[in-house]
């Protein structure tokens, strides 16, 4: 409970700041930034696809140290922050691929191709499934959180192919592109708005599933107790 | 008798218990054959319907080799968990990298049968020259082999302590499973386009680093999920 109130304290002066930081990304990339000479409009959809692509990254680096902390620790502290991260991370993965397939059918003309950038990119949503998937089928919390981490850190092996991806393998998406001082600024100013709105809801997941962990665990202990309370007095008039 | 034999001993009586055990029970390897043998004769006959016969092959083969392995690696965590077996090796003193090298060895063992029966068969429904190239073929088939081994086994622990049990292996193992299976179908299809040395030998590179993370990460990884797994 400590915890969720601190958090809670910590995070409204963040999400004072958030919003500013966040209209500004979307003033930036909408009107302020000039329109790309080939692609026109479209390629507005790069600062919230790199954006995106970037939280996702991150946030499976974060599932996969803090299941490393867990199993180092054993405390479901860290689980707590794994669970939020990969809820996160699943997110802004698929829409990274998703805002990249809108971009892709402007640049390249088709919604998919098999470059190795968008192929490691999809693994990685499905190791992010795979670990949601793996936690909804686990009803134990210390047993999902090990098997969680363990699937963690054999995904992570993933990330630096969906990074290396343009510059080990032969590809057609775009390998740090030329870009104007503005358009450059703004992409920077996107990540950071993206990062900051990761962390915001990261912190509040992490200590809303904390919360509720703890909830469970007072009911399971009340219950018990009524239980109890119930089963004495018969056995005593059974004696 | 020094610590390095002694493990070494370990892991061929793990290995043997578990051959001795399947030769007894037959549970994985018949429903593991058949359903391969399905498998190909209905994609080659398919392929050769739309006349892509050889150049699909090598997909269709290594598809068709993860399903086997996906069947075989449940029923072999399966029986590992019947009747307390697996709580009892859990108790045991065998160090755990000789535990999970063991079960590594004994599933690389029943997909290197699978790999026997199926690529042939590719190749004769298929008509893929795959054979001309046997040396080759054979480096693709083992990496391979000792990439779903080694991820297959510690991801089939891993399913064991859910409620669904293997029923949840394929949605866990296919992501990871992923590169291994574009690294051996693209070199295995390579051979029949006689590419061999750049290109064929950069998926060998990749199927092969494949092979010692998934087996550096099992024999680190295997000890969390022998403690957790009951």
């Not at chain 1, 670990?131 to 995904?155: E, H, M």
């Not at chain 1, 919360?211 to 007095?233: D, K, M």
């Not at chain 2, 050769?48 to 068709?64: E, I, N």
């Not at chain 2, 510690?154 to 064991?160: E, K, T």
Request: proline share 4%; net charge neutral.
């Amino acid at each position: 409970m400590h915890g969720y109130v601190e958090s809670r304290r910590r995070n409204s002066i963040v999400t004072q700041v958030l919003p500013l930081v966040m209209v500004a990304a979307s003033v930036m990339s909408t009107w302020w930034v000039p329109v790309d000479g080939e692609m026109g409009d479209a390629q507005r959809i790069v600062y919230v696809h790199v954006s995106m692509a970037w939280v996702s990254l991150s946030a499976f680096i974060v599932v996969a140290l803090t299941g490393a902390a867990y199993l180092w620790t054993r405390k479901l502290r860290w689980d707590d922050w794994s669970h939020a991260a990969s809820e996160l991370g699943w997110l802004s993965c698929g829409l990274t691929l998703v805002s990249g397939s809108f971009w892709a059918h402007e640049a390249w003309g088709t919604w998919w191709t098999w470059d190795p950038r968008l192929t490691t990119a999809f693994l990685l949503w499905m190791i992010y499934s795979a670990l949601l998937t793996l936690r909804s089928g686990v009803s134990d919390v210390q047993r999902a959180a090990n098997s969680c981490a363990v699937l963690a850190l054999l995904g992570l092996i993933d990330v630096p192919f969906v990074v290396m991806a343009t510059r080990w393998f032969r590809g057609i998406h775009p390998v740090a592109p030329e870009m104007a001082p503005a358009m450059r600024l703004t992409l920077f100013v996107s990540v950071g708005a993206y990062s900051a709105f990761f962390l915001v809801l990261l912190l509040g997941r992490s200590a809303q599933i904390g919360l509720s962990r703890e909830i469970a665990r007072q009911v399971a202990r009340q219950s018990e107790a009524v239980h109890h309370r119930r089963t004495i007095p018969s056995k005593r008039a059974s004696l | 008798m020094s610590a390095l034999d002694r493990c070494f001993r370990q892991g061929l009586w793990l290995v043997q218990k578990d051959l001795r055990r399947e030769f007894r029970s037959k549970h994985i390897v018949p429903r593991m054959l058949l359903l391969g043998m399905t498998l190909s004769f209905l994609l080659a006959y398919q392929s050769s319907r739309s006349g892509s016969s050889a150049d699909t092959a090598a997909g269709h083969c290594w598809m068709t080799l993860c399903v086997m392995a996906i069947v075989s690696l449940g029923s072999a965590v399966h029986q590992d968990h019947e009747h307390g077996c697996w709580n009892v090796l859990r108790l045991s003193p065998v160090p755990t990298p000789v535990l999970y090298l063991s079960k590594v060895a004994f599933n690389s063992l029943l997909f290197g049968f699978a790999q026997l029966v199926v690529v042939p068969l590719f190749v004769v429904f298929s008509d893929a020259p795959w054979h001309t190239h046997a040396w080759e073929l054979s480096a693709v088939l083992l990496l391979g082999n000792l990439g779903v081994a080694s991820i297959g086994t510690l991801l089939g622990a891993v399913s064991a302590a859910t409620e669904q049990g293997d029923g949840l292996l394929s949605i866990l193992l296919l992501p990871l499973l992923a590169p291994v299976m574009l690294a051996s179908s693209e070199a295995t299809r390579l051979l029949a386009e006689n590419l061999l040395p750049v290109e064929w030998f950069r998926w060998l590179q990749l199927l092969g680093a494949c092979a010692i993370v998934y087996l550096t990460a099992g024999c680190v990884l295997y000890d969390f999920v022998r403690e957790d797994d009951c």
